[in-house]
C-alpha cells in the first residue's frame, strides 16, 4: 500500500495514524481533518478545559513536534467514497486516491431544535467550549438538558464556577440507561450533595426566548429560567457522506469486531462506527474515548494484514469525572442477572460494584475507587476463561 | 545517591513510592529490570506506584496514561507530558537512586 487516507482528526483518527506507523507503515498517510484546529482531545472540554484549568496547548492530542510524518488536511470534509474503496471526493472540489481507506469521521452533538437563540448550546468541539465557557460566570443560571456524560459533567464543572444548575432529565435517573437506576441514583445523590436542582422523569417542551434563552418549558408546562442551557442529548454518528459507497449504514458504519467493513481495505474505528461484538451479540456503537483509542489498533491490525491478524478487543470501558470523583465502569452491565457492592459504601457515593452473569464477571462500576478498579479491569481484559475473582 | 532498598525486598512486578520531593517510583519488572521515575502522573495527580505495570510500561491507575519506564515518556493522551526518569544501579544486592535534575524532563536514561 502506497497510501493511506485517514478521514477524521481527532481520537480515533490520530490513534489510527499513530498505529499505522508503530505496525510499520512507512508509505504515504494523508490525514482529512474537518477542523482547523490541531487534533485536540475532547475529556478535557468539559472538565478541566471548561473550569479554565487547562490550555489549548494542554489538551493536543499530537505530542511535541509529533506530526506522524502525514499530508495533514485541515478544513477538509471527506464528501464521498467511491464504492471500490480506491478514491474520496474531498469539500475542496479535490479527489485523493487512496490504497485503504480508515474511516474516523465521529460523532456530531444531537440538537433537536434547530436554530435556538443565543445561549442555547452543545458541547462536542473545542469551539463549543470556548463558547460555552465564556457564558459559565458567576450567578449565572445554566439549565443542562440531559443527565448523560456531557450533562453530568458540564453540571460539576459549572458548580464549581460559582454557576447555578438546573439539571432536566427524561429518565428516572442520571445516567440510568448506562449504570441501572439503583446507581443513577448514587449519581442523583451527588448531584444533590453538590447544589444542583435535578428534575428527572421530565422532558423539556420547548425553548423560551427569542434572541436570547431566558429558560425552558418542561412537558406539562413549568417553567425554568436560564441564562444559558446546555444541549446533551447523545450524538448522531457523521456517516451521511458515505451514502452510495457500498458500506452498510445503520447507526454507524457496519464492522466485524476487527474494524473490516464490507470494502476491502476500508476499516472504521471510533463514534462513527459500529463493530460487532460477540459478547453482546450484535453490532454495537461505542461512544467512548477508550474505544476510539484501542480499537484503532485492532482496525489497523486487521488492514495492513489484509484481515489476517486478529486483534480482539478489549471490554468496553468508561470513566467520567464529576465533583471531583471518577466514575468507571468496564464491561457490559445488559445480561448481569447479579451485581453487588464488594468495596465502600454507595450512601457515600464512594463504592466498587460488580456485575455477575452466572457467577462469572461481566462488568465493574467504581465510583472513587479508581485503583482496585484497574485490577479488576485487567481481569476482565484477561478474559472470561479466566475469572480470577473469589467465587460469588 | 540514594539506598532505595534491597532488590530482595522488591519483588518482581512490584513498585515501591519514595516519599521525595517530588515523590518517586521504583519499579522493578517481571523481566528483573529496575527503573525510577517521578511517581506523579503528568496528567492528573496520581500516583504512578499504584498503576499496573506490565513489561516496561506502568499504566496510570487513574486514566490509563502508559509511560515507558526506559524513557519517560507517554503513548499517548490523556497525559501528554513526559515523567522525568532516574537513574538506578543495583549494587550488592542494593538499590541505589541517582536523581535527575529538577526540571528535567524524560531521558536521560541510566546507563545499565
Partial sequence: MKRIAVVGGSLAGVSAARALRKQGYDGELVMVCAERESPYDRPPLSKSFLAGESTEAEIGLLGNGETLDADWRTGVTATALRPSGGSLALSDGTHLPADAVVIATGARARQPWPDPPAGVCTLRTLDDARQLRSRLLPGARLVVVGAGFIGAEVAATARGLGVDVTVVEALATPLGAALGNEFGAVIAGLHAAHGVRLLCGTGVGRLVGQRQVEGVELVGGRLVAADVVLVGVGVRPNVEWLAGSGLTVADGVRCDAYGATGINRVVAVGDCASWYEPEAGGHVRLEHWTGARERAAVAVSSLLSGGRQRVAAGPPYFWSDQYGKTLQLVGRTTGADSVAVEEGSVAEHDFLAVYRRAGRPVAVLALGHARPFLRWRKQLAAGPVRPSTPAA | ?112
Fill in chain 2, 1 to 112: 545517591m540514594i539506598r532505595v532498598c534491597a532488590l530482595a525486598d522488591l519483588p518482581p512486578g512490584e513498585a515501591l513510592r519514595l516519599d521525595l520531593e517530588p515523590p518517586v517510583a521504583v519499579f522493578h519488572t517481571e523481566d528483573g529490570e529496575v527503573f525510577a521515575i517521578d511517581d506523579t502522573c503528568t496528567h492528573q495527580k496520581a500516583s504512578l506506584a499504584e498503576g499496573f505495570l506490565e513489561g516496561c510500561e506502568v499504566e496510570c491507575f487513574l486514566h490509563g496514561s502508559r509511560f515507558d519506564l526506559r524513557t519517560g515518556e507517554p503513548d499517548g493522551p490523556p497525559a501528554t507530558r513526559p515523567v522525568r526518569t532516574h537513574r538506578v544501579d543495583v549494587v550488592d544486592g542494593d538499590i541505589l537512586l541517582s536523581l535527575s535534575p529538577a526540571g528535567q524532563p524524560g531521558n536521560p536514561l541510566s546507563t545499565p
